[in-house]
């Protein structure tokens, strides 16, 4: 195992922007720089309506994080953000599959044009950053074998990961044609605290839990026979921080993922068992969503334990634990649509 204390100084110091930042993982991240200390930790968030974004997402950190609520797709409010900045962590776009597929312009502008003037802008005014992009294991498409790796052809089957894919190549290219520094972490379901919850349209995790919380029915597509693996915040947080802090990742793409897939019938039996409460009900797959489901998933994440060092450490019987409990004890942040959203027009663009 890595010694992530030795991974962890090399962000004291320095200068770190976190796009998406009031989101379910971006927020993580940045709790995990605060507590770690010595690092000078921005934020910038559009707060679009149903993405994920939630102000009280960095409750108790906020005197310690420089907020800017803008738009990574404006170039003028990028230009200025990036100058100076030592490290950035790119998780700013749209995670959603279905809404993909609903709204496929839109997508593209949150998943392609937003990803090219960040990197424009990266090029022009800082060139030496080092970029973390999070990207998704949906790029593989239907797996031809398991557990996917690198190796896995890329056949996306939903416009959300056509995006995704062409995000990557952007900052691969940025680093093969111009020296850039950046690496491509493909995700797998991450769940945990400070995620959305209001709508089940990113993912199926979430949902489930607030469907138990809620004592409802956890509805399970093709009597939930997929099998998944998922990944706990803070290990990929911490996957994060590594493949920042680390030279040799630089130009490279890894995979993060479990070793130990589980049903999604299982999940919500687990879930109903932790919380006491709901029920499960087979349904036949909903049509949009059988034409984009990618069936049985799981990653191989050894490419990135030899270059790194990491593997998830999270068992998934603790993490549900700890999610269950934030959300029964924050319930009133996350169960109404945009709770903690403000409108863009009445938003500070800047809070220090």
């Known amino acids: 195992m890595v010694d992530t204390s030795q991974c962890f100084g090399a962000y004291k110091g320095r200068s770190v922007l976190i796009t998406g930042g009031l989101g ?63 490290y950035i962590f790119n998780l700013a776009g ?21 990803q090219l003037t960040l990197l424009e802008a990266c090029r022009n005014f800082n060139p030496h950053v080092k970029i973390v992009f999070t990207s998704t ?80 029915v956890i509805e399970l597509f093709g009597e939930g026979r997929q099998r998944r693996d998922l990944n706990y915040v803070d290990d990929v947080v911490e996957a994060m921080l590594l493949a920042g802090a680390n030279e040799d990742a630089e130009g490279e793409i890894f995979n993060l993922g479990t070793g130990t897939p589980v049903s999604l019938a299982d999940l919500a039996s687990d879930l109903i068992s932790l919380t006491g409460r709901g029920s499960v009900q087979p349904v036949p797959f909903p049509l949009e969503r059988q034409l984009i489901d990618i069936g049985n998933s799981y990653s191989s994440y050894q490419k990135i334990e030899t ?33 903690n959203t403000v ?3 009445n938003a500070p663009t800047t809070r220090d």
């Not at 968030?45 to 149903?50: E, F, G, K, R, S």
């Not at 496929?104 to 949150?110: I, K, S, T, V």
């Not at 995000?167 to 493909?186: D, I, K, P, S, W």
């Open 24 to 86: 379910f993982i971006g927020s993580n991240l940045a709790r995990k720089l605060v507590e770690i200390g010595g690092a000078e930790v921005s934020i910038v968030d559009a707060l679009i309506p149903d993405q994920g974004g939630n102000l009280f997402n960095i409750e108790g950190i906020e005197d310690r994080v420089k907020l800017h609520i803008a738009d990574m797709g404006d170039d003028y409010v990028i230009n200025h953000l990036v100058g100076g900045v030592d």
């Open 94 to 114: 749209n995670v959603s599959h279905l809404e993909s597929m609903l709204r496929p312009q839109r997508d593209l502008e949150l998943n392609c044009a937003a």
């Open 137 to 216: 294991r949906q790029v593989y498409g239907k797996p031809i074998y398991l557990p996917v790796d690198e190796q896995h052809r890329v056949m996306p089957l939903d416009i959300n990961g056509i995006h995704k894919l062409a995000a990557e190549n952007y900052h691969q290219l940025y680093n093969r044609v111009y020296g850039m520094r950046t690496v491509c972490l493909r995700l797998t379901n991450t769940y945990g605290p400070r995620q959305l919850l209001s709508h089940n349209r990113q993912g199926f995790i979430a949902w489930f839990i607030r469907q138990a919380l809620d004592g409802g």
């Open 307 to 339: 270059a790194l060092g990491w593997r998830p450490r999270m068992p998934l019987s603790e993490g549900l634990a700890r999610t269950v409990e934030f959300y029964k004890k924050h319930r009133t942040n996350y169960w109404e649509p945009n709770a």
């Open 343 to 345: 409108s863009r027009s």
